[in-house]
């Protein structure tokens, strides 16, 4: 019988190997330590027994090359790797805690819990995803939790890198991954999806809220495909306590084809965090599964899913961003707030499946108590939605493509700052008014946006009135903009 070459207090390349705490049928993992990194460490080592499954090896060779690629807080962090002999090993950071895995025993959660997670395993699959890496086996016992809060994706072995050879697709003709969570494009030996982790996602989601898996737990290929033609009982037939949006969120990342679910992880994590702006649909009341009849035609007129051929982005930035326009609602900025939009009516044909979330700051006093009313005794936040809506109305975007946020903070660059990092905002589109004293000595609200959001900042300036101006030719630029990768 084999026996790994690995063990407790062995010093394995200056790493100190302590005890073994975890051994499956794939892979087996070590705690370790190492005099110069000041975290606890992990050792993971492939199952090499007589009769192991050829994918162990294969799906270990693949976390190899992907781990090393990785970084960010919602990975581990990769240390090393190495071999013994024919023993090969990683090595990796340690995260604290234990898994989703042992929340099983609490389920159903509270509907707002879940809500909660999802949108924090969201933004960990597209912090992923940017990274050009499709998971492809997203589950309970992949999912931990660092100490800061930040979700942890684990165990890439059966993972798609954009830019490696995919040799688990390469070398098994059978689909891997994890029966109930798999999507119905997996399923068929599509990997390179990444709208097939929003799938895993939608089923985590379900389990947690209903305790039920929504496909079952099938053990054959049939049954895995059962999942392309059969809906699943919808959540608030289970539960009718299910929020009308968060089952519109749920059916639609199970949708069969992966158009149909959301076009990236950061637009479902955005939909996750602000359920006033989820656009309800027939999902949202569904009680019933479909009938029959419907299945019946699903099944044997549109039985196989379209495989995409050729290679797919990881990452789908260029036909779907999140773009934040932060728009300044007071009547000395008016002439800035239509230049915006017609910066963002530019630029939105070239970007069809761009999702729009209009920004305003309502500032708030350091010190001073605030009025929520104004002078007509209107409530100023929903005053402030209303004139969002009415800036945006000449865009014409479909309710679903378009969102509307009134943020309240004393400091409104910090707070448009902070709304971009949390939700992965591809894109700002925001005005600079015109110099001042204050504003040369504490600077702009635009120029701190520039220098520090972690995405691309276009900044739109209303261009000085100059003799020129005065001329019967009108100029062809009439604002002036720059954009800060």
Partial sequence: MWKTSIAPGLDLDGFLVGERIHQGGMASLWAA?????????????????EGTDPAAIVGFEMEQMILPRLAGAHVPK????????????????RIPGTSLLSRLAELPLPWAEVATLGARIATALDDLHRQHVVHLDVKPSNLLTRPTGEMVLVDFGLSHHDELPDLMGEEFRLPYGTAPYMAPEQVLGFRRDPRSDQFALGVLLYFFGTGVRPFGDPQRLAGLKRRIWRDPVPPRRLRPDCPPWLQEIILRCLEVHPAWRY?????????????????????AEKLEQDPFTTVLRRRFADRELTIPKGKSPARHDGDAP??????????????????????????????PGARVACLNVFKLGRITLDQTVDDQG????????????????????????????????PDPAGAILQYVSANHVDHVVIGARASSLRRTLLGSVSSQVAAQ??????????????????KDEPEDNPESTWTVG
């Avoid at 330590?33 to 027994?49: M, Q, W």
């Avoid at 190495?82 to 090595?91: A, D, N, R």
């Avoid at 076009?263 to 999902?283: E, F, N, S």
């Fill in 378 to 409: 209107r409530n100023v936040h929903l005053q402030r939605l209303v004139e969002l809506r009415h800036w945006a109305e000449p865009l014409a975007l479909e309710e679903g493509r378009i969102s509307f946020h009134v943020l309240q903070s």
């Fill in 33 to 49: 330590s190492h005099p110069d990194v000041p975290f606890p460490l992990l050792v993971k080592a492939p199952t090499l027994a």
């Fill in 263 to 283: 076009p990236t992880a950061a637009h479902l994590a955005l939909a996750l965090r602000h359920p006033d702006q989820v656009k309800l649909t027939a999902r």
């Fill in 453 to 470: 959001a972690p995405c691309t900042v276009t900044v739109v300036r209303a261009r000085r009135l100059r003799k020129s101006d005065f």
């Fill in 322 to 351: 999140i773009l934040v326009v932060a728009v300044d609602l007071s009547p000395e900025a008016a002439p800035i707030a239509d230049l915006l939009r017609s910066m963002v009516a530019h630029m939105l044909p070239a970007l």
């Fill in 78 to 93: 990769f240390i090393a790797q190495g071999s013994t002999g024919f023993q090969p090993y990683l090595v990796m950071e």
